[in-house]
């Protein structure tokens, strides 16, 4: 029975709604609102929670919640106006009501007694006196005051009063007790108003009076004061004291400040000239001067267009004139106005102008020689009819019996050297040449300065602005001046002085000028040498190294184009033309080791911003010291091709008389002998090989400078340091090499090594097998298992953050439908109030048919 009970007991308050703790659940108004969340089982300790909720009342309590914040944001979202309370300390709540209205007032009489402007220093505080400003008191002239006896003061009178605002019936029939006496009539209103006029400036006399004999009475109680005060105190007035001040010396400062104000304002210069305006008046001073030239060269004398005055006696009375010309002009009007004096002025301006046509001539030349650069001065183009005519005019200063004897001599003598040194002069102007013989034509049989001239004034004088087929001429002729520097460079010996003038100054502003066409005629150039050698290698299976002209073309590439591009249209081919001159073509006698040390030279300079790393310039300085060495017993390297370790050619640049080498000097390696048109001797072959040797040492040591930074770089520089040290060092070379040999030797040691070996990856050793038992660990089901404490701890907050998050979803979906419910509601209110409207408008005007029709029957009856 006991039993039983306990087990009654026990499953009873199943049964009843428990509370959120276990305990009794609230009384409710409503039972159907309760939600009692029953459990399958009941487990001894475990603490249950929402056991009966209230799904009414809660959802109630977030409608009232979302009306009064997300539903009030809604209807103010498209509002800015916010309104926020600024009074101190409306929003610490650390603070008392009585410390913030204690606040409030000292700030209040804070803002009333600052000072209006901090930097108005003149400005003082209001005094006041009974809430009145003292100021305001000065100014008035009648004031009231508490202390005097008179009441009345400031008060207006009853006769005034009475006389503009009313009463002025009692005025008529008052009486002064001397009228009461004499008894006589009373005084009409003109009178009264007359009395009280009077009266009223009487009083005004009075007080400024009584103001003046105040002021009087203050100014004399001021300068007593003063004296007294004199008297007291024997120091002098500050007035006399700055009177006695010397006034400070203005320093550097405000010197400079007045001069500076002094000074004339900077004017606006004239604006730049563009590159067609430039091109054009170069064109025009070309043309003035070549037809300056050709009236030398035609003997023209320059006083012959001057009108000479001619000899008049003194009986000539002027009388035998002839007209000439007709004088007459036609009579025309401007803007009201005879055009007869424009006309005669613009002629007297003409006649001007042709009078100082020659002098401008000259001046433009000697602008124009000066404009030339310092080689230019020195070529005939240096305007030799300047001394001629000093010398004509040295011949006019001699006694005038030599004159008298042989005028016509000493004219046709100063005509003819003028043409002669015209004809000998250089033309202004050239037309563009069509072809590259005309161009030759123009150029050849010319010095330098006379060529770069000739060329100089060929682009100005075609210049694209100037017409429209210019820029066509221009670029064939950089075309044909490519083709000239060819056959400069094929000369014996090459003209490399012109070559390098031309590419300064003329390829390379033909370059900028047109790179598109630039780039096309070089590698046009560049192309055509390459299918030359790859012919060559088809039809004999070798080919020798190009001529001096393609190295030269190679060169003017590096100048005119960036070599510092990771892909360039143009230099790209010739890093890749260069790149098999280098692998290609053997080295069969000291003019092909010449040809390839220029090469690697121009390999150098390509390479020099990129630093890009060139496998044939190694292996070719690779196999310019390998044929430089005596011995072949063991070089601990390999030859690659164009080298051969065994043959005719393996000791090419061995030089075996000492006495050579004793007389040779460290100097430039001169590019005539890579043109072999001339055999050099013994001597100087065994100097060219000391040379290309040494050459070959300074391009290595640039390598070893340039390529130091390379992970790869001490295997590169292997079989070169082993040349250097166990063959080159032994042989009796000249002192400066051997320094220079040691000086490469330097700088490859003092690289570090970058890379390491390779070794195998370190592992460790594999345990030997155990019988140990393996321990498994029991799982306990309806707890979370963690290793550690932070493992727990990090689970749990997942665990919170799943269920945040979930809520958080909840909640904004629950946000976003009472939205759209709002939303409904205001869409079914302007539907309900446009039907209403529209069925207020339909009535409206169904009254007003029924009242037209039945009009229109009573109109029918009538």
């Given at each position: 029975m006991?039993?039983?009970?306990?087990?009654?007991?026990r499953r009873k308050?199943?049964g009843?709604?428990?509370g959120?703790?276990g305990?009794?659940?609230k009384a409710?108004?409503?039972?159907?609102?309760?939600?009692?969340?029953?459990q399958k089982?009941?487990i001894?300790?475990?603490k249950?929670?929402?056991?009966?909720?209230?799904?009414g009342?809660?959802?109630a309590?977030?409608?009232r919640?979302?009306?009064?914040?997300?539903?009030k944001?809604y209807k103010?979202r498209?509002?800015?106006?916010?309104f926020r309370?600024?009074?101190?300390?409306?929003?610490n709540?650390?603070m008392?009501?009585?410390?913030?209205?204690?606040?409030?007032f000292a700030?209040e009489?804070?803002r009333?007694?600052?000072k209006k402007?901090?930097?108005?220093?003149n400005?003082?505080?209001?005094l006041t006196?009974?809430?009145?400003?003292?100021a305001?008191?000065?100014?008035?002239?009648d004031i009231?005051d508490?202390?005097s006896?008179a009441?009345?003061?400031?008060v207006?009178?009853?006769e005034?009063?009475?006389?503009?605002?009313?009463?002025?019936?009692e005025?008529?029939?008052?009486k002064t007790?001397q009228?009461?006496?004499?008894?006589?009539?009373?005084?009409?209103?003109?009178?009264?108003?007359?009395e009280l006029i009077?009266k009223?400036?009487?009083?005004?006399?009075e007080r400024?009076?009584?103001?003046e004999?105040?002021?009087?009475l203050t100014?004399?109680?001021d300068?007593?004061?003063?004296?007294?005060?004199t008297l007291?105190?024997?120091k002098?007035?500050?007035?006399?004291n700055?009177?006695?001040?010397e006034?400070p010396?203005p320093?550097?400062?405000d010197m400079?400040?007045?001069?500076?104000g002094?000074?004339m304002?900077?004017?606006?210069?004239?604006?730049m000239?563009t590159?067609?305006?430039?091109a054009?008046?170069e064109?025009e001073?070309?043309?003035k001067?070549?037809?300056e030239?050709?009236?030398?060269m035609?003997?023209?004398?320059?006083?012959?267009d001057?009108?000479k005055?001619?000899?008049?006696s003194a009986?000539d009375?002027?009388d035998?004139?002839v007209l000439?010309?007709d004088d007459?002009r036609?009579?025309?009007?401007?803007?009201?106005?005879?055009?007869?004096?424009?006309?005669?002025l613009?002629?007297?301006e003409e006649?001007?102008?042709?009078?100082?046509?020659?002098?401008?001539?000259?001046?433009e030349?000697?602008d124009?020689s000066?404009r030339e650069?310092?080689?230019?001065?020195?070529?005939p183009?240096?305007?030799l009819d300047?001394?001629?005519?000093?010398?004509?005019?040295e011949?006019?200063?001699e006694p005038?019996?030599?004159?008298r004897?042989?005028p016509g001599?000493?004219l046709?003598?100063r005509?003819e050297?003028a043409?002669k040194?015209a004809?000998?002069e250089l033309?202004?102007t050239?037309?563009a040449?069509e072809s590259?013989?005309?161009l030759?034509?123009?150029?050849?049989?010319r010095?330098l300065?006379?060529?770069?001239?000739?060329?100089?004034?060929?682009?100005?004088c075609?210049h694209?602005?100037?017409a429209?087929?210019n820029?066509?001429k221009?670029?064939k002729l950089?075309?044909?001046?490519?083709?000239?520097v060819g056959d400069?460079a094929?000369?014996?010996?090459?003209?490399l002085?012109?070559?390098?003038k031309l590419v300064?100054r003329q390829?390379y502003h033909l370059?900028?000028?047109?790179?598109?066409?630039?780039?096309?005629?070089?590698?046009f150039?560049?192309r055509?040498?390459?299918?030359?050698?790859e012919?060559?290698?088809?039809?004999?299976?070798?080919t020798p190294?190009?001529g001096l002209g393609?190295?030269?073309?190679l060169k003017?590439t590096?100048l005119?184009f960036p070599?510092?591009?990771?892909?360039?249209p143009?230099?790209?081919p010739?890093?890749v033309?260069?790149?098999?001159?280098?692998?290609?073509?053997?080295i069969l006698s000291?003019q092909d080791?010449v040809?390839?040390l220029f090469?690697?030279?121009?390999?150098?300079e390509?390479?020099?911003?990129?630093?890009?790393?060139?496998?044939?310039?190694?292996?070719?300085?690779?196999?310019?010291?390998?044929i430089a060495?005596p011995?072949?017993a063991?070089?601990?390297s390999?030859l690659?091709?164009?080298?051969r370790?065994?043959?005719?050619?393996?000791?090419?640049l061995?030089?075996?008389?000492k006495?050579?080498?004793a007389?040779?000097q460290p100097s430039?390696?001169?590019?005539r002998?890579a043109?072999g048109?001339?055999?050099?001797?013994?001597t100087?072959?065994?100097?060219i090989?000391?040379s290309c040797?040494?050459?070959?040492?300074a391009?290595l040591?640039?390598?070893?400078?340039?390529?130091?930074?390379?992970?790869?770089?001490?295997?590169?520089?292997a079989?070169?340091r082993a040349?250097?040290?166990?063959h080159?060092?032994?042989?009796s070379?000249?002192?400066?090499?051997?320094e220079?040999?040691q000086s490469t030797?330097t700088?490859?040691?003092?690289?570090k090594?970058l890379?390491?070996p390779?070794?195998c990856?370190?592992?460790?050793?594999v345990?030997l097998?155990?019988?140990?038992?393996?321990?498994?660990?029991?799982?306990?089901f309806g707890?979370?298992?963690?290793?550690?404490?932070?493992?727990q701890?990090?689970?749990?907050?997942?665990?919170?953050?799943?269920?945040?998050?979930k809520g958080?979803?909840?909640?904004?979906?629950k946000?976003?439908?009472?939205?759209?419910?709002?939303?409904?509601s205001?869409?079914?209110?302007?539907d309900a109030?446009?039907k209403?409207?529209?069925?207020q408008?339909?009535?409206?005007?169904?009254?007003?048919?029924g009242?037209?029709k039945?009009?229109?029957r009573?109109?029918?009856?009538?």
């Amino acid at each position: 029975m006991g039993k039983a009970k306990k087990v009654k007991a026990r499953r009873k308050p199943s049964g009843a709604p428990a509370g959120a703790r276990g305990g009794p659940a609230k009384a409710s108004s409503n039972p159907f609102e309760v939600k009692v969340n029953r459990q399958k089982f009941q487990i001894l300790g475990r603490k249950t929670r929402h056991d009966v909720g209230l799904p009414g009342v809660s959802r109630a309590r977030a409608l009232r919640k979302r009306t009064q914040t997300l539903l009030k944001e809604y209807k103010e979202r498209d509002k800015s106006n916010v309104f926020r309370d600024k009074r101190f300390g409306e929003y610490n709540s650390s603070m008392t009501p009585e410390e913030k209205m204690m606040k409030r007032f000292a700030l209040e009489q804070q803002r009333h007694h600052e000072k209006k402007s901090i930097y108005n220093l003149n400005e003082d505080e209001e005094l006041t006196h009974y809430g009145q400003s003292l100021a305001d008191i000065e100014k008035h002239n009648d004031i009231v005051d508490s202390d005097s006896d008179a009441e009345d003061r400031g008060v207006l009178s009853a006769e005034l009063t009475a006389a503009h605002f009313g009463g002025g019936g009692e005025l008529l029939h008052k009486k002064t007790p001397q009228e009461g006496e004499e008894q006589e009539k009373p005084k009409s209103r003109k009178e009264l108003i007359e009395e009280l006029i009077a009266k009223s400036k009487q009083e005004k006399r009075e007080r400024q009076a009584q103001r003046e004999d105040a002021l009087e009475l203050t100014e004399k109680l001021d300068q007593d004061w003063k004296e007294i005060q004199t008297l007291l105190s024997h120091k002098t007035p500050k007035s006399e004291n700055r009177d006695k001040k010397e006034k400070p010396k203005p320093d550097a400062y405000d010197m400079m400040v007045r001069e500076l104000g002094f000074e004339m304002k900077a004017q606006p210069s004239s604006r730049m000239k563009t590159e067609a305006e430039l091109a054009k008046e170069e064109q025009e001073r070309l043309r003035k001067l070549e037809a300056e030239r050709l009236r030398r060269m035609l003997g023209k004398d320059e006083d012959e267009d001057i009108k000479k005055p001619k000899h008049t006696s003194a009986d000539d009375l002027s009388d035998g004139f002839v007209l000439d010309k007709d004088d007459r002009r036609l009579l025309s009007y401007k803007d009201g106005k005879m055009n007869v004096e424009e006309n005669v002025l613009d002629e007297e301006e003409e006649e001007q102008s042709k009078e100082a046509g020659d002098t401008e001539s000259n001046e433009e030349e000697g602008d124009s020689s000066g404009r030339e650069d310092t080689e230019e001065s020195d070529s005939p183009d240096s305007h030799l009819d300047l001394e001629s005519n000093t010398e004509s005019e040295e011949e006019n200063q001699e006694p005038a019996k030599e004159q008298r004897q042989t005028p016509g001599n000493g004219l046709l003598g100063r005509q003819e050297r003028a043409g002669k040194a015209a004809r000998d002069e250089l033309p202004y102007t050239f037309a563009a040449p069509e072809s590259y013989e005309e161009l030759r034509a123009l150029l050849l049989g010319r010095s330098l300065e006379e060529q770069l001239l000739v060329v100089e004034r060929i682009q100005k004088c075609t210049h694209p602005s100037l017409a429209e087929g210019n820029k066509a001429k221009l670029e064939k002729l950089f075309g044909f001046l490519l083709e000239y520097v060819g056959d400069l460079a094929a000369n014996d010996p090459p003209d490399l002085r012109v070559i390098d003038k031309l590419v300064v100054r003329q390829l390379y502003h033909l370059c900028q000028m047109f790179p598109a066409s630039a780039s096309e005629a070089v590698k046009f150039v560049l192309r055509d040498a390459m299918h030359e050698m790859e012919e060559m290698i088809e039809a004999k299976g070798r080919t020798p190294l190009p001529g001096l002209g393609v190295l030269i073309y190679l060169k003017i590439t590096g100048l005119l184009f960036p070599t510092s591009d990771f892909w360039h249209p143009v230099v790209t081919p010739a890093l890749v033309c260069l790149s098999q001159l280098l692998t290609k073509c053997p080295i069969l006698s000291l003019q092909d080791a010449v040809k390839g040390l220029f090469a690697c030279c121009l390999f150098l300079e390509y390479v020099a911003l990129s630093q890009r790393f060139i496998p044939e310039l190694i292996n070719f300085l690779l196999g310019i010291l390998y044929i430089a060495t005596p011995n072949k017993a063991s070089q601990g390297s390999t030859l690659v091709h164009p080298f051969r370790a065994l043959g005719k050619n393996s000791e090419l640049l061995v030089v075996s008389d000492k006495e050579d080498a004793a007389t040779w000097q460290p100097s430039r390696l001169s590019l005539r002998w890579a043109s072999g048109l001339r055999v050099p001797t013994s001597t100087e072959a065994n100097h060219i090989r000391l040379s290309c040797l040494a050459v070959g040492l300074a391009l290595l040591k640039r390598c070893v400078l340039m390529y130091g930074a390379l992970p790869s770089f001490h295997a590169i520089a292997a079989p070169l340091r082993a040349l250097l040290v166990d063959h080159l060092a032994e042989c009796s070379h000249p002192r400066e090499l051997q320094e220079l040999c040691q000086s490469t030797l330097t700088e490859m040691d003092s690289q570090k090594q970058l890379c390491r070996p390779l070794t195998c990856e370190k592992s460790r050793p594999v345990p030997l097998k155990l019988f140990t038992p393996r321990l498994v660990k029991v799982l306990e089901f309806g707890r979370k298992q963690g290793s550690t404490k932070e493992e727990q701890e990090r689970k749990r907050l997942i665990h919170k953050h799943k269920r945040e998050f979930k809520g958080a979803v909840r909640e904004i979906r629950k946000d976003n439908q009472f939205l759209a419910r709002m939303q409904l509601s205001e869409i079914m209110e302007r539907d309900a109030e446009r039907k209403r409207k529209v069925k207020q408008l339909f009535n409206s005007l169904a009254t007003q048919e029924g009242e037209w029709k039945a009009l229109k029957r009573k109109k029918f009856k009538k």
